[in-house]
C-alpha cells in the first residue's frame, strides 16, 4: 500500500477518534495516610486538576443551584469536617439568578475517615462548567482498603497521588455512564449492521461487487499483479462505506445540536413519518408493490464506478451500495437514530460508526477475495420469507412509533390494550406464516420445513401467547420498551407536570423527581423492572414522587423567557421547562434521570438514571 493511501487512511481514523471523545475537564487523584495510633483511621486527599476556561463548583451550594461537589462513602465514617485547599471564587450566574461558588485550576479535599469494614468506597459526585456548557453530573468512584491490614500492605503512608486504577474515567450518573452508553450504541449499531447485511435489498449488491472487482482486477494483473492493488481496494471500499455513513451521523448531529437531538425521539411528525416509512416498506415485502429507484441512477452509478479509476471508481460503488440498499437500511437507520438520539451528542455519529463497520466488513472480504460469493447460498425461495419476515417486523415496529406520537400529542387513539392485540395478531400471522400455513404472491412451493424456520415459527407464536395476560392488566415485561402504558398513568404524569411550579419542588415528605418522557424507550424498562418491585414499590411509598415529561407538547398558559449559555431562549411547552431544569439545575440532559429532594426541597442523593439492578436502586434510596 502506497504511503499517500496510507495518510488518507490515517487522517481519516485520527479524525473519527478526536469526534468520539469524551469532555474530561476534571482529572482526579486521591491519596490515602494510615493513622499510625489507629488501625481504622486514615486522611484522604482528593485532588481536582481543572481544565484552563473550565470551573468545579462549591462544596456548599443552595438548593436551587448547580450540584455541588460532595463526597459519599460505603462503609467508612466521617470524623473530620471535609476542608478544600484551594482558591474559592464567588459569581453572580444568571443562569440560577444567585451567587454562585467555584474553583479553577486545582483545588485538594481533606478528610479524615474511619474505615468500619474491609473495603471502603468512595464517590465524588460534581459537575464542571465553563463559559459555555456543563457537563452532566460526573463520579469519580475509588476503593479503600480498610480494616484487613494484608489487603493494605502495599498502600505507603504518605505515598503520591495516584490515580484511580479501577475507573480509569470519570462514570456519569448511576447506572448511566457516558462511556458505557457510548459502547451499548456501538453495539447496538453493530447489530443494527448485522441485521441490514441479510435484508432483501443487501444481499443481491454482493454479486454486483464481486463482479465489480473480478473485473478490477483482472486490467490491473494484466499489468502490475493485483495482490496489493486489490488489498488497498478492498480497504477503501470498506473505508468508504464507513465514511458514507459516519458522514450521515455527523450531519444530523452538527445540523441539529445536542439539545435538538433529545427532541428526535420524542417529536410526534417524525415519529409519524417513520411509521408511515416502515408501513410502506412492510406492504412492499408482503409483495404489494415493489419500490426500486430509477434504474437510470442505478445503472449510471454502477457504470461510472466501472469505468473510473482508482479511488474514485471504488467510492462511486460504495455510493451504489449505500443508494440501492436504502429501501432495507433506510428503516433501520432511522430507527437507530431515533432511538439514540436522546443519550448525548456524540450518540448519531458513534451508532453510525458501529452500524457501517459491520455492513461494511462483509463487503471489503468480498472486493479482496471474489470467489467466496461462490460458498454464500443464492437468492431464491429463502429471500422471500426473509422479506415476508422482515415485514411483519416492520409492522410491529411502526406501531410503535405512532404509539410515541399518539402519547405526545395526546390524541388517544391507540390505547396499551389495542396496542397488544395488534402485536398478538402480527406475531401470531407470522408464526403461521413460517409453518406454510399460508403463503405470499412471490413464495414458493414449500416442500418442506426448515428446523431453523421451524423454531423461528415456534417462537413467533410463543410470543404472541405470552402477550396475551397483558390485555388483563399483567404487566408483560418483554414488550414494556414498546407498549404504551396504561390511560390511568399517562393522566397521572400529566396531572404530576401541570401542578408543579419551575424550581420550586415542596412536599410534606421526601420528594423523587423523576425526569421522563413519553417516548423514552428506558423510562418504560425501569417502570416495569424495578418500581413495579414488590420491594422498591413498598419503598417508593415513602416518596412523594413528582414525573415531569420532558417531551409534553401541552402550551404553557405563558411562555418563560430563560437565559441558558448566554443566550435567551423562550420555554413554550410543559416539556420544555422541565427539560431546561433538568439541564440548568441537575445538568443533564437524558433521561430516565432520578432525584431525591428533601420536603424543602434540597438535593439529598446523587442522580440515579438507567439500571434495572434493583438492589443498586434499593440502595440508593434513602427512605
Known amino acids: 500500500m502506497n504511503c499517500k493511501l496510507v495518510n488518507i487512511i490515517f487522517f481519516l481514523l485520527l479524525c473519527l ?29 482528593i485532588e481536582a486538576q481543572i481544565d484552563k476556561g473550565w470551573h468545579l463548583y462549591a462544596t456548599e451550594m443552595k438548593a436551587d443551584g448547580p450540584v455541588k461537589t460532595a463526597i459519599t462513602a460505603k462503609n467508612a465514617k466521617a470524623l473530620s469536617p471535609l476542608n478544600a485547599e484551594g482558591k474559592l471564587h464567588s459569581q453572580y450566574d444568571e443562569m440560577f439568578l444567585d451567587t454562585v461558588a467555584y474553583y479553577e485550576n486545582k483545588v485538594i479535599f481533606k478528610q479524615q475517615w474511619q474505615a468500619l469494614d474491609d473495603s ?25 482498603n480498610g480494616l484487613d491490614s494484608d489487603l493494605r500492605q502495599n498502600e505507603e503512608r504518605g505515598s503520591d497521588l495516584r490515580q484511580n486504577e479501577g475507573n480509569p474515567h470519570p462514570e456519569l450518573v448511576s447506572g448511566s455512564h457516558l462511556d458505557s452508553s457510548l459502547w451499548t450504541i456501538f453495539l447496538l449499531g453493530l447489530l443494527g449492521g448485522l441485521i441490514a447485511i441479510f435484508t432483501p435489498c443487501v444481499w443481491p449488491i454482493i454479486p454486483m461487487t464481486v463482479s465489480f472487482f473480478i473485473k478490477k482486477q483482472e486490467r490491473i494483473s494484466k499489468t502490475k499483479g493485483w495482490g496489493n492493488s486489490a488489498l488497498k481496494d478492498a480497504l477503501l471500499y470498506g473505508l468508504a462505506i464507513i465514511i458514507i455513513y459516519v458522514g450521515l451521523g455527523l450531519i444530523i448531529t452538527l445540523l441539529m445540536g445536542a439539545s435538538a437531538l433529545n427532541d428526535i425521539s420524542t417529536n410526534a411528525w417524525l415519529n409519524l413519518f417513520f411509521f408511515a416509512l416502515l408501513v410502506v416498506f412492510a406492504l412492499s415485502f408482503f409483495g404489494a408493490f415493489e419500490i426500486t429507484l430509477p434504474a437510470s441512477w442505478s445503472t449510471k452509478l454502477t457504470n461510472a464506478s466501472s469505468s473510473k479509476a482508482g479511488f474514485l471508481s471504488v467510492l462511486l460503488m460504495a455510493f451504489t451500495l449505500v443508494i440501492v440498499s436504502f ?33 461494511a466488513i462483509p463487503f471489503a472480504l468480498c472486493a479482496l477475495f471474489p470467489n467466496i460469493i461462490k460458498r454464500l ?14 415485514a411483519f417486523v416492520e409492522l410491529a415496529f411502526a406501531l410503535k ?41 412471490y413464495d414458493d412451493e414449500d416442500t418442506h420445513i426448515s428446523v431453523p424456520r421451524f423454531m423461528l415459527a415456534f417462537a413467533s407464536l410463543a410470543f404472541a401467547l405470552y402477550m396475551i395476560p397483558g390485555l388483563f392488566g399483567a404487566p408483560v415485561k418483554a414488550i414494556s420498551a414498546f407498549a404504551p402504558p396504561a390511560t390511568a398513568q399517562v393522566e397521572q404524569w400529566k396531572r404530576s407536570s401541570k401542578q408543579t411550579d ?50 409534553d407538547k401541552e402550551r404553557l398558559a405563558e411562555p418563560i423567557v430563560v437565559e441558558e449559555n448566554g443566550k435567551q431562549i423562550t420555554l413554550e411547552t410543559i416539556g420544555e421547562k422541565w427539560s431546561y431544569v433538568q439541564r440548568s439545575r441537575f445538568g443533564s440532559n437524558a433521561q430516565p434521570f432520578y432525584i431525591q429532594l428533601s420536603p424543602e426541597g434540597e438535593t439529598i442523593s446523587k442522580p440515579y438514571g438507567y439500571d434495572e439492578d434493583i438492589d443498586d436502586f434499593l440502595d440508593w434510596l434513602k427512605y
Open 17 to 45: 477518534s478526536v469526534e468520539a471523545q469524551i469532555v474530561e475537564p476534571v482529572k482526579w487523584q486521591h491519596r490515602v495516610v494510615w493513622n499510625s495510633d489507629s488501625n481504622s483511621v486514615f486522611t484522604l486527599t
Open 120 to 144: 471502603c468506597k468512595f464517590d465524588v459526585i460534581f459537575i464542571a462548567c465553563n463559559d459555555v456548557q456543563c457537563t452532566p453530573p460526573n463520579h469519580y468512584i475509588f476503593s479503600v
Open 327 to 359: 429501501s432495507c437500511t433506510g428503516p433501520i437507520i432511522g430507527t437507530l437514530l431515533v432511538e439514540v438520539s436522546s443519550n448525548s451528542f456524540l450518540a448519531p455519529t458513534v451508532g453510525m460508526l458501529g452500524f457501517s463497520i459491520t455492513l
Open 377 to 390: 447460498p443464492k437468492s431464491g425461495g429463502w429471500m422471500n420469507r426473509l422479506k415476508v419476515t422482515l
Open 401 to 441: 412509533f405512532f404509539s410515541v406520537a399518539d402519547m405526545v400529542e395526546g390524541w388517544g387513539l391507540l390505547s396499551r390494550e389495542t396496542f397488544i392485540v395488534l402485536w398478538i395478531i402480527i406475531f401470531l400471522l407470522l408464526g403461521l406464516y413460517l409453518l406454510g400455513v399460508y403463503r405470499f404472491p
Open 502 to 551: 419551575m424550581f420550586d419542588f415542596k412536599a410534606d415528605k421526601p420528594i423523587m423527581l423523576d425526569f421522563s418522557g413519553f417516548g423514552c424507550v428506558n423510562c418504560r424498562k425501569m417502570e416495569a423492572a424495578v418500581f413495579a418491585n414488590p420491594q422498591v414499590a413498598e419503598r417508593l411509598k415513602n416518596y412523594e414522587i413528582i414525573t415531569l415529561m420532558v417531551d
